[in-house]
């Protein structure tokens, strides 16, 4: 168990531009979410993978933002033209989906997100 | 809207002290409820989880937490806090309506002094 990975730790972009993040959940795990965390705040929920499928996308999600998971696995975040606001932690965590059940949560270390 | 108080931002403790971290919710339905920590330069991870049944939950490290529906709180205890509980503390619910959505309180930052 390598647990939750994340990648890069640490991106600096300038207004404008793209961006992409990867994650790498603990592999048998089916169930994937992309959280957004500012200073001072918890985490806020963005989406929800039940292996490929995204099932839930919270409203913090506009159209600039987009995740993917194409084969049930890594899953990917790109936020499309940054703007300032942009700037913070963005946080993927993975779980093993019990029947009904929610499943611990587990978390990777983050990436920090710093547009200019 | 859905929500989550954390009490405290900050408290400050002496070793040997107990704690309490207040946590409220604001969801009429049934709902499963965590604390996460997150100690320094870590990942966030699981203290506890309440899910039904024993509303007296019992984490990893001595913590533990009860759940009071009529007063829709899930309070983090320690009888006696140590150094190494130093770190930010999340509670979090996820309503239990077939979602997974998990919303978290803005955290509590604890210091415990040696």
């Known amino acids: 168990d390598t647990g939750v990975s994340q990648d890069p730790r640490h991106k600096i972009t300038k207004r404008g531009q793209n961006v992409t993040f990867r994650c790498d959940p603990i592999?048998?795990?089916?169930?994937l979410y992309w959280y957004r965390q500012t200073l001072g705040q918890g985490p806020e929920f963005l989406t929800y993978?039940?292996?490929?499928?995204?099932?839930?996308k919270s409203r913090l999600l506009s159209d600039r933002f987009s995740a993917e998971r194409p084969k049930g696995s890594f899953s990917t975040l790109e936020i499309q033209r940054t703007e300032q606001g942009d700037s913070a932690m963005y946080l993927c965590?993975?779980?093993?989906?019990?029947?009904?059940?929610?499943?611990?949560?587990?978390f990777g270390p983050g990436t920090r997100l710093t547009v200019t | 809207a859905q929500s989550v108080s954390q009490h405290n931002h900050h408290v400050i403790l002496s070793e040997a002290a107990s704690l309490e971290l207040g946590c409220n919710y604001s969801?009429?339905?049934?709902?499963?409820l965590f604390w996460y920590v997150q100690y320094p330069g870590q990942h966030l991870q699981l203290l506890l989880k309440?899910?039904?049944?024993?509303?007296l939950v019992k984490g990893i490290k001595g913590f533990e937490a009860e759940f009071i529906k009529s007063k829709f709180s899930f309070n983090l205890r320690k009888p006696s806090v140590q150094w190494s509980d130093t770190a930010e503390y999340f509670c979090?619910?996820?309503?239990?309506?077939?979602?997974?959505?998990?919303?978290f309180g803005a955290g509590t930052r604890l210091f415990v002094k040696a």
């Open positions: 969801y009429g339905g049934t709902v499963n």
């Open positions: 965590a993975s779980s093993l989906g019990l029947q009904g059940g929610l499943g611990e949560q587990y």
């Open positions: 309440y899910f039904s049944g024993d509303p």
């Open positions: 979090a619910v996820n309503p239990n309506t077939g979602g997974f959505k998990t919303i």
């Open positions: 993978f039940q292996n490929e499928a995204q099932l839930e």
């Open positions: 592999s048998e795990h089916n169930r």
